[in-house]
């Protein structure tokens, strides 16, 4: 357990657990629900229908889909529309480090954490759930990505806990999101304080105190404003829809793919 996030070996994870790692020189982290066999299923933006040569950078990083993987032939399945995407556990890392998401954490631990989205209060439900959760998205979808509201880190805190904003999402769940908004804000709402601060170390104090206190209250595991939902059921949840039904896909995609088990090529 560390201050800035709990670094782990692959042979610790298991299956259901959420692990993340960090891109762009921890700019940003990315997460998934580890389901096992090297595995890992995700959530990103849907597959891009338009021309490749498109110059939005914003799409670019943010995409988490493999070009092509070497290992296992069936690395990058998604289904057309969705945004729920299966790699393995190496196209998920780009040689970067793995990192699991604590659960259950007692609230003076929360709170010395330096960054949001590398732990939370809430308790995790048992790792089968889990799986099967994620692997239910991986086939229906999770409707949307956004960036604030409905993200990876999102993803991932739905599949582990089934907890999900009462009414439309306005404000999402991650952890991440939170510390992104929250730094400027108890920088800008610190400021009438500034005449009780003495000086700058004041002032750099009380900041931290109300950053701190804003991402405690938008935890899942503190927050009022959440409620268990089936995976099942998801599709009548405000702000979710998931994707069509085979049927209706096939008739769209003219090659679909079919979710076959990952076996690594062999080797020549």
């Given at each position: 357990?560390?201050?800035?996030?709990?670094?782990?070996?692959?042979?610790?994870?298991?299956?259901?657990?959420?692990?993340?790692?960090?891109?762009?020189?921890?700019?940003?982290?990315?997460?998934?629900?580890?389901?096992?066999?090297?595995k890992?299923?995700?959530?990103?933006?849907k597959?891009?229908i338009?021309?490749s040569?498109?110059s939005?950078s914003?799409?670019s990083?943010?995409?988490?889909?493999?070009?092509?993987?070497?290992?296992?032939?069936?690395?990058?399945?998604?289904?057309p529309?969705?945004?729920?995407?299966?790699?393995?556990?190496?196209?998920?890392?780009?040689?970067?480090?793995?990192?699991?998401?604590?659960?259950?954490?007692?609230?003076?631990?929360?709170?010395?954490?330096?960054?949001?989205?590398t732990?939370?209060?809430?308790?995790?439900?048992?790792?089968?759930?889990v799986?099967?959760?994620?692997?239910?998205?991986?086939?229906?979808?999770?409707?949307?990505?956004?960036?604030?509201?409905?993200?990876?880190e999102?993803?991932a805190?739905?599949?582990?806990?089934?907890?999900?904003?009462?009414e439309?999402p306005?404000?999402?769940?991650?952890?991440?999101?939170?510390?992104?908004?929250?730094?400027?804000?108890?920088?800008?709402?610190?400021?009438?304080?500034?005449?009780?601060?003495?000086?700058?170390?004041?002032?750099?104090?009380?900041?931290?105190?109300?950053?701190?206190a804003?991402?405690?209250?938008t935890?899942?595991?503190v927050r009022?404003?959440v409620?268990?939902?089936e995976?099942?059921?998801?599709?009548?949840?405000?702000?979710?829809?998931?994707?069509?039904?085979?049927?209706?896909?096939?008739?769209?995609?003219e090659?679909?793919?079919t979710?076959?088990?990952m076996?690594?090529?062999?080797?020549?």
């Amino acid at each position: 357990m560390g201050l800035l996030s709990n670094r782990v070996e692959r042979s610790e994870i298991r299956p259901g657990d959420h692990i993340y790692t960090w891109r762009a020189v921890y700019a940003y982290s990315h997460h998934g629900i580890y389901v096992g066999g090297s595995k890992v299923v995700h959530f990103t933006r849907k597959k891009e229908i338009e021309s490749s040569g498109s110059s939005d950078s914003t799409s670019s990083l943010i995409s988490e889909i493999p070009s092509e993987c070497q290992t296992f032939p069936d690395c990058g399945f998604q289904l057309p529309n969705s945004g729920v995407v299966l790699t393995c556990l190496d196209c998920f890392l780009r040689n970067g480090s793995l990192y699991c998401f604590e659960y259950g954490v007692p609230s003076a631990v929360f709170l010395a954490k330096l960054r949001g989205g590398t732990c939370t209060i809430a308790e995790s439900d048992p790792p089968e759930v889990v799986v099967h959760r994620a692997m239910y998205l991986l086939q229906n979808g999770f409707g949307n990505y956004d960036m604030f509201e409905k993200n990876c880190e999102d993803f991932a805190l739905y599949c582990k806990t089934g907890l999900l904003p009462v009414e439309e999402p306005g404000i999402g769940t991650s952890g991440q999101a939170s510390s992104a908004i929250g730094v400027p804000l108890a920088a800008l709402l610190s400021t009438p304080f500034k005449l009780l601060a003495a000086g700058p170390l004041g002032m750099a104090t009380v900041t931290a105190g109300m950053y701190c206190a804003g991402r405690y209250i938008t935890d899942i595991g503190v927050r009022k404003d959440v409620a268990k939902v089936e995976v099942e059921k998801l599709s009548s949840h405000p702000g979710f829809r998931l994707i069509e039904d085979e049927e209706s896909v096939n008739k769209r995609s003219e090659k679909p793919k079919t979710l076959l088990p990952m076996k690594r090529k062999r080797e020549r």
